[in-house]
């Protein structure tokens, strides 16, 4: 299977996408903010970093890159993509995602070791989790508070469609606890903690984060993707 | 005033020129126009004011620094020593690495957020044109008392900055240092120290050779930033068109840097430079008479070509201007095409601004005038060099006259307290605060960073080739002591490094003193230069770079003398390495080390406002056995875990050894008070499976490394002798100062 | 040369929780004016010449679809002398 | 209730990376009116009643105390509607 990891100018952790993504078996394939076709690819990484400095609002410069464009019409018509961090704030403010990340209620940039719940295992990305699954990987960033007006909170709730849950404090003033979440249709996932840094308890607090990439994989391996 | 020209200079050789608002001496000025054979232009006095700087020419330093050559020992792991931007040094496996650690002070008091963040992306530059990616910062920090209003106005925006520029170039913080101290107020020291690594072969130099190859000035454009490192006032005394005033801070632009970094890698990779220098203080003054001299000495460059932020820049300030993110590369003609075409992939502003010629004048024109025609080695080497006059300052005997008078703990209770005020000042406390609002997973590499003893990365993904950074400073000791404060630190630096199991393979500085024209501070300044250098002979490790920061005082209040000693080590698979601490209960604990009464310059006498005594002497024969029996140790899979001891003694060490995985201890010490509180030098807790005893007690006293069984993990609370804190009270006292007192 | 300002603020039931540490830092120091404060961005955008009311249209565009994300901002884009 | 607003720009000589981010952005999007943007602050404030001219004075104080960084930043500020 081959996922894509994009770059934009100010990307960060493309490597560490590419690095988890052929860890858990899959083919990475790095695709450029100015390609205008996806070479192929089978899913989409939008990893984490500042793109474009994270200058005006996270996301809001890069979700206009040429490469969205194939990225959106074939995430609309199914192709499993993931929103990290960064990744997440480009979701959002393309809104293939409902909400919107704003400033961290501390207003300091966060980096800590953050358990999640994961709620929802049947989508592309979280098939490999149980439900219910407590898992620890890296939370870092300065604007992760997930913000939606009440009637799509209760819809994401009432939906199903939060994918994972901060447990215990709340590291950033995000609505109900989110930690991330996915469209109607369950290809489309945004996630602000990192799970490409938890793919070995070398590097990260635990390899608890393989597991999205093994899910995809799996996904595709089953046919249940698209 | 009209632009000033060479032509101009020869006509009327005796006009009167600003020089001393510039911060040159008569006898400077006097020197640069016997120099030429005339009066030199406004934008050649420029250059020379700022390139003769202390900053830029270590002028003060440079009589001691040369020790560093001196003494070397010679080593082959040194692939590139003093005197480029940053020393290389071969880790194996065909790798080098490079390190530097720079100082901001002085802007990060002015400006904490920008100040801070600009020195982060001064030293990655540096640490970039070396032709290496950049790997992993660290931060050493030191303010003013930690419930002072000031320290509260400048150490959050100073964390803010460090994490906001070094998070945004996806750099791993991996390490630093947040210190308290009365004289900081003020004068807060702002270090920043940056790793990279490359191939051998990519090791790039600031030269520019080769007649006809071209120079070229690429990243942000130049604006009016920071002119006049040496004089804020230095552009008001040249008349220009633009507003009256000049930014007297620096603002950085972290994206583009973290742009300019990629668009540089990818420049390398394809081997289309033939020398390369950061713009950093003093910009392209620095930049240019470097790169000339660096090569054969002849480089024609037109000054009206570069970029510009604001237009109404006079040439003078174009030359002095320390605007951040800009690269100056010297590139062969037939290159040219693709290094504008990386550079236009990246979206980087690039232009070329001249050439390199045969001959050793670097003339500059603006708008076909040439306005500077000089020898670019008397810009940027043959600065003055003075010997300035040093003498032992009173207090020095005053202070070792001291006795250090201070409670030490017997009873449970007051044990009790005792570690858990240690835990909870702010010297000691938990820095998580600081290093919460650092990214330290990014690139995905980190083996060690907060609170373990040294950072540490992987650099190679197959083989599991790591470095290892610590830096140090005891800046308590090196007021008593200057000569064996630089020691001490270098000693510490390196035991941090090797408690992980690295072997330790070179050194960086960073030197924070007061006044230079005080010779009490200038004896400091050459003690510790001598401390360092000597104890890097004996040690056997190559000093491969680093900065002096002089001035830091407020009046005639110097801050303790504060040299930063950063210290690389290697080490072959960092999946062996010894963690800092334990995770689990049943294992032995025992303190590698003699522990003498030293509380001089203790954090404990600090407590209680008790400055004097007489340092520690370092004994490096008995830390490079330590270091040894720690590298030796970790390759036979004898230690579970160990760590140093430092400020704070055992009780500080044990502390962080329990909080780390929350795993208790209980120890049982004999002369309970000071084996808690003396910081005797040289010393580690190890806990070992009991299985590993026979391998520890026969080979410690082989090495004669002294060795006392203090007790067993397990439990949650920390037992010593009678006294039992639990974890929950001991975490509690250690992590909320700072929430406490910076929210 | 003629300046346009765009205003962009976050919607008033939307969490702002920088213009809440703005509001409680102030009566720490000694200020006690506030009833409430809200953070929000300017953007001072310099045109060529008087602006036009084509020009107005383009701006009025680019707020809503870069400057401000209509899911949490409201926007005001006003001509400033 | 009125509005008091505070307008925190940085200083012109002052480098300005977002509005600098902002001016690279508009005309990839097909915007082409825009000579120069710089993105600043804005304030809301809401006080009880009509602002007074000693309270405007008060926020005159807070501006420059904690709204703006004087080093870097200009700030101005006026009674809304
Ligand atoms: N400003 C900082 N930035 C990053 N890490 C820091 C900073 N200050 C302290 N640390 C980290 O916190 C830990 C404890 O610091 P310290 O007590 O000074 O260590 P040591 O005594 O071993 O030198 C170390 O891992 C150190 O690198
Ligand atoms: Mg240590």
Redesign the interface.
């Given at each position: 299977m081959k996922i894509g990891v994009v770059t934009f100018p100010g990307t960060l952790d493309d490597r560490d996408a590419a690095r988890a993504v052929n860890h858990a078996g899959g083919q990475a394939v790095a695709l450029w903010h100015n390609d205008a076709d996806l070479r192929g690819v089978d899913a989409v990484i939008l990893p984490g970093g500042f793109s474009y400095g994270d200058y005006l609002r996270c996301g809001a410069i890069s979700r206009f890159s040429p490469v969205m464009e194939p990225i959106i019409k074939a995430a609309l018509d199914g192709m499993p993509l993931l929103g990290i961090c960064n990744g997440f704030q480009v979701l959002a403010e393309a809104h293939l995602i409902p909400g919107a990340l704003t400033r961290n209620h501390e207003l300091h940039f966060l980096c800590r070791d953050q358990k999640l719940t994961i709620e929802n295992t049947n989508k592309a990305w979280t098939s490999s989790f149980t439900h219910g699954q407590e898992i620890l990987i890296p939370l870092k960033n300065g604007e992760g508070a997930y913000m939606c007006d009440d009637n799509t909170l209760a819809m994401l709730e009432g939906e199903g469609r939060i994918i994972a849950r901060y447990v215990g404090e709340n590291p950033n003033g995000s609505r109900n606890l989110i930690a991330g979440i996915t469209n109607e249709r369950g290809n489309i996932v945004g996630l602000m903690p990192h799970p490409e840094h938890a793919i070995d308890s070398l590097t990260g607090p635990s390899a608890d984060g393989l597991g999205f990439f093994t899910s995809v994989l799996n996904s595709f391996l089953a046919g249940s993707v698209k | 005033m009209s632009l000033d020209t060479v032509a101009k200079a020869q006509e009327n050789p005796d006009a009167s020129q600003p020089f001393a608002e510039l911060g040159l001496k008569p006898d400077e000025y006097a020197r640069i126009k016997e120099i030429l054979g005339r009066r030199p232009t406004s934008s050649e006095l420029a250059m020379y004011s700022v390139m003769w700087s202390e900053h830029c020419s270590y002028k003060s330093s440079k009589v001691h620094l040369k020790q560093f050559g001196e003494k070397a020992v010679k080593t082959d792991a040194l692939l590139v020593g003093i005197g480029e931007n940053a020393g290389v040094v071969d880790v194996g496996q065909g790798y080098a690495v490079t390190f530097k650690i720079e100082s901001h002070n002085h802007p990060s008091f002015?400006?904490p957020y920008?100040g801070a963040a600009t020195g982060v992306g001064g030293i990655v530059r540096d640490i970039l044109t070396m032709g290496a990616r950049p790997i992993a910062v660290m931060d050493p920090l030191r303010f003013g008392p930690a419930d002072a209003a000031d320290t509260r106005r400048v150490l959050p925006g100073i964390v803010?900055g460090v994490?906001?520029y070094g998070?945004?170039?996806?750099l791993p913080n991996i390490g630093g240092e947040v210190v308290f101290d009365e004289t900081y107020l003020g004068n807060p020291l702002v270090n920043a120290l940056c790793v990279g690594v490359m191939k051998h072969s990519d090791i790039k130099l600031a030269k520019a050779a080769g007649a006809g190859n071209l120079v070229v000035l690429y990243g942000?454009k130049t604006?009016?930033?920071g002119i006049g490192g040496v004089s804020v006032l230095a552009s008001e005394t040249f008349e220009s068109k633009g507003?009256a005033?000049?930014?007297?801070?620096q603002?950085?632009?972290?994206?583009?840097e973290?742009?300019l970094i990629e668009c540089s890698l990818e420049i390398f990779a394809e081997d289309l430079v033939v020398g390369i220098q950061d713009l950093g203080g003093a910009g392209l003054s620095c930049a240019t008479s470097e790169l000339a001299s660096g090569g054969s000495g002849g480089m024609k460059v037109q000054l009206d070509k570069v970029p510009l932020?604001?237009p109404s820049l006079s040439p003078e300030e174009i030359l002095m201007s320390e605007?951040q993110e800009r690269m100056c590369a010297i590139v062969e003609p037939s290159k040219i095409d693709r290094f504008l075409e990386i550079c236009e992939k990246?979206?980087v502003t690039v232009t070329v601004i001249g050439e390199v010629t045969d001959g050793n004048h670097l003339e500059i024109t603006w708008n076909d005038e040439l306005i500077v025609d000089v020898p670019p080695r008397t810009v940027a080497h043959d600065g003055p060099v003075y010997n300035r006059p040093l003498a032992q300052p009173a207090y020095i005997d005053a202070v070792a006259k001291e006795v250090i008078n201070v409670p030490l703990p017997t009873t449970a209770v007051e044990i009790t307290s005792t570690v858990l005020k240690l835990a909870a000042t702010p010297n000691l406390a938990d820095k998580?605060w600081v290093?919460?609002?650092?990214?330290?997973?990014?690139?995905?590499?980190?083996?060690q960073s907060q609170p373990d003893d040294s950072g540490m990365v992987?650099i190679d993904?197959k083989t599991h080739l790591g470095v290892a950074v610590a830096t140090d400073a005891n800046a308590n000791w090196s007021y008593l002591n200057p000569y064996e404060g630089a020691k001490l630190a270098l000693a510490e630096a390196a035991r941090n490094i090797a408690t992980a199991g690295a072997k330790p393979l070179a050194v960086t500085n960073c030197l924070n003193f007061g006044s230079p024209e005080d010779p009490g501070v200038m004896w400091q300044f050459a003690e510790s230069v001598r401390g360092l250098a000597d104890g890097c002979l004996e040690m056997g490790l190559p000093v491969t770079g680093g900065n002096v920061s002089f001035y830091n005082q407020t009046g005639s209040v110097a801050i303790l003398p504060t040299p930063v000693i950063g210290v690389l080590g290697v080490i072959d698979d960092?999946?062996t390495r010894t963690p800092m601490s334990f995770d689990r209960a049943g294992l032995d604990l025992y303190l590698l080390g003699e522990t003498h009464s030293d509380l001089a310059g203790s954090e404990w006498a600090y407590l209680h406002n008790q400055r004097g005594g007489v340092a520690p002497v370092a004994d490096l024969q008995r830390e490079m056995r330590l270091i040894e029996f720690l590298v030796a140790g970790r390759t036979k899979k004898i230690f579970a875990a160990a760590h140093d001891l430092s400020q704070g003694g055992l009780a500080a060490t044990l502390t962080e050894m329990v909080l780390r995985h929350n795993i208790g201890a209980t120890v049982q010490l004999d002369n309970v008070g000071l084996m808690l509180l003396s910081e005797t030098p040289g010393r580690v807790v190890v806990a070992i499976d009991p299985s590993q005893s026979a391998a520890l007690t026969q080979e410690a006293p082989a090495q004669k490394i002294a060795l006392t069984k203090i007790g067993v993990t397990g439990g949650d609370s920390l037992v010593i002798n009678d006294a039992k804190i639990s974890l929950t009270e001991l975490r509690q006292a250690h992590t909320s100062t700072f929430k406490k007192l910076f929210? | 040369m003629a300046k346009i300002v765009v205003d962009v603020m976050l919607k008033p039931e939307i969490l702002d929780p920088q213009g809440k540490a703005v509001a409680a830092a102030l009566p720490r120091l000694g200020f006690t004016f506030a009833k409430d404060v809200r953070q929000g961005k300017r953007f001072e955008i310099e045109v060529d010449g008087e602006p036009t009311a084509a020009q107005l249209a383009e701006v009025e565009k680019a707020a809503e679809k870069l400057l401000s994300n209509p899911v949490i901002e409201n926007f005001t884009v006003r001509v400033e002398k």
């Amino acid at each position: 299977m081959k996922i894509g990891v994009v770059t934009f100018p100010g990307t960060l952790d493309d490597r560490d996408a590419a690095r988890a993504v052929n860890h858990a078996g899959g083919q990475a394939v790095a695709l450029w903010h100015n390609d205008a076709d996806l070479r192929g690819v089978d899913a989409v990484i939008l990893p984490g970093g500042f793109s474009y400095g994270d200058y005006l609002r996270c996301g809001a410069i890069s979700r206009f890159s040429p490469v969205m464009e194939p990225i959106i019409k074939a995430a609309l018509d199914g192709m499993p993509l993931l929103g990290i961090c960064n990744g997440f704030q480009v979701l959002a403010e393309a809104h293939l995602i409902p909400g919107a990340l704003t400033r961290n209620h501390e207003l300091h940039f966060l980096c800590r070791d953050q358990k999640l719940t994961i709620e929802n295992t049947n989508k592309a990305w979280t098939s490999s989790f149980t439900h219910g699954q407590e898992i620890l990987i890296p939370l870092k960033n300065g604007e992760g508070a997930y913000m939606c007006d009440d009637n799509t909170l209760a819809m994401l709730e009432g939906e199903g469609r939060i994918i994972a849950r901060y447990v215990g404090e709340n590291p950033n003033g995000s609505r109900n606890l989110i930690a991330g979440i996915t469209n109607e249709r369950g290809n489309i996932v945004g996630l602000m903690p990192h799970p490409e840094h938890a793919i070995d308890s070398l590097t990260g607090p635990s390899a608890d984060g393989l597991g999205f990439f093994t899910s995809v994989l799996n996904s595709f391996l089953a046919g249940s993707v698209k | 005033m009209s632009l000033d020209t060479v032509a101009k200079a020869q006509e009327n050789p005796d006009a009167s020129q600003p020089f001393a608002e510039l911060g040159l001496k008569p006898d400077e000025y006097a020197r640069i126009k016997e120099i030429l054979g005339r009066r030199p232009t406004s934008s050649e006095l420029a250059m020379y004011s700022v390139m003769w700087s202390e900053h830029c020419s270590y002028k003060s330093s440079k009589v001691h620094l040369k020790q560093f050559g001196e003494k070397a020992v010679k080593t082959d792991a040194l692939l590139v020593g003093i005197g480029e931007n940053a020393g290389v040094v071969d880790v194996g496996q065909g790798y080098a690495v490079t390190f530097k650690i720079e100082s901001h002070n002085h802007p990060s008091f002015i400006e904490p957020y920008q100040g801070a963040a600009t020195g982060v992306g001064g030293i990655v530059r540096d640490i970039l044109t070396m032709g290496a990616r950049p790997i992993a910062v660290m931060d050493p920090l030191r303010f003013g008392p930690a419930d002072a209003a000031d320290t509260r106005r400048v150490l959050p925006g100073i964390v803010a900055g460090v994490g906001g520029y070094g998070n945004c170039l996806g750099l791993p913080n991996i390490g630093g240092e947040v210190v308290f101290d009365e004289t900081y107020l003020g004068n807060p020291l702002v270090n920043a120290l940056c790793v990279g690594v490359m191939k051998h072969s990519d090791i790039k130099l600031a030269k520019a050779a080769g007649a006809g190859n071209l120079v070229v000035l690429y990243g942000a454009k130049t604006g009016g930033d920071g002119i006049g490192g040496v004089s804020v006032l230095a552009s008001e005394t040249f008349e220009s068109k633009g507003p009256a005033k000049r930014p007297a801070v620096q603002v950085g632009d972290p994206f583009v840097e973290k742009v300019l970094i990629e668009c540089s890698l990818e420049i390398f990779a394809e081997d289309l430079v033939v020398g390369i220098q950061d713009l950093g203080g003093a910009g392209l003054s620095c930049a240019t008479s470097e790169l000339a001299s660096g090569g054969s000495g002849g480089m024609k460059v037109q000054l009206d070509k570069v970029p510009l932020r604001d237009p109404s820049l006079s040439p003078e300030e174009i030359l002095m201007s320390e605007s951040q993110e800009r690269m100056c590369a010297i590139v062969e003609p037939s290159k040219i095409d693709r290094f504008l075409e990386i550079c236009e992939k990246w979206d980087v502003t690039v232009t070329v601004i001249g050439e390199v010629t045969d001959g050793n004048h670097l003339e500059i024109t603006w708008n076909d005038e040439l306005i500077v025609d000089v020898p670019p080695r008397t810009v940027a080497h043959d600065g003055p060099v003075y010997n300035r006059p040093l003498a032992q300052p009173a207090y020095i005997d005053a202070v070792a006259k001291e006795v250090i008078n201070v409670p030490l703990p017997t009873t449970a209770v007051e044990i009790t307290s005792t570690v858990l005020k240690l835990a909870a000042t702010p010297n000691l406390a938990d820095k998580s605060w600081v290093t919460d609002q650092y990214d330290r997973y990014v690139q995905g590499n980190t083996i060690q960073s907060q609170p373990d003893d040294s950072g540490m990365v992987r650099i190679d993904e197959k083989t599991h080739l790591g470095v290892a950074v610590a830096t140090d400073a005891n800046a308590n000791w090196s007021y008593l002591n200057p000569y064996e404060g630089a020691k001490l630190a270098l000693a510490e630096a390196a035991r941090n490094i090797a408690t992980a199991g690295a072997k330790p393979l070179a050194v960086t500085n960073c030197l924070n003193f007061g006044s230079p024209e005080d010779p009490g501070v200038m004896w400091q300044f050459a003690e510790s230069v001598r401390g360092l250098a000597d104890g890097c002979l004996e040690m056997g490790l190559p000093v491969t770079g680093g900065n002096v920061s002089f001035y830091n005082q407020t009046g005639s209040v110097a801050i303790l003398p504060t040299p930063v000693i950063g210290v690389l080590g290697v080490i072959d698979d960092v999946r062996t390495r010894t963690p800092m601490s334990f995770d689990r209960a049943g294992l032995d604990l025992y303190l590698l080390g003699e522990t003498h009464s030293d509380l001089a310059g203790s954090e404990w006498a600090y407590l209680h406002n008790q400055r004097g005594g007489v340092a520690p002497v370092a004994d490096l024969q008995r830390e490079m056995r330590l270091i040894e029996f720690l590298v030796a140790g970790r390759t036979k899979k004898i230690f579970a875990a160990a760590h140093d001891l430092s400020q704070g003694g055992l009780a500080a060490t044990l502390t962080e050894m329990v909080l780390r995985h929350n795993i208790g201890a209980t120890v049982q010490l004999d002369n309970v008070g000071l084996m808690l509180l003396s910081e005797t030098p040289g010393r580690v807790v190890v806990a070992i499976d009991p299985s590993q005893s026979a391998a520890l007690t026969q080979e410690a006293p082989a090495q004669k490394i002294a060795l006392t069984k203090i007790g067993v993990t397990g439990g949650d609370s920390l037992v010593i002798n009678d006294a039992k804190i639990s974890l929950t009270e001991l975490r509690q006292a250690h992590t909320s100062t700072f929430k406490k007192l910076f929210g | 040369m003629a300046k346009i300002v765009v205003d962009v603020m976050l919607k008033p039931e939307i969490l702002d929780p920088q213009g809440k540490a703005v509001a409680a830092a102030l009566p720490r120091l000694g200020f006690t004016f506030a009833k409430d404060v809200r953070q929000g961005k300017r953007f001072e955008i310099e045109v060529d010449g008087e602006p036009t009311a084509a020009q107005l249209a383009e701006v009025e565009k680019a707020a809503e679809k870069l400057l401000s994300n209509p899911v949490i901002e409201n926007f005001t884009v006003r001509v400033e002398k």
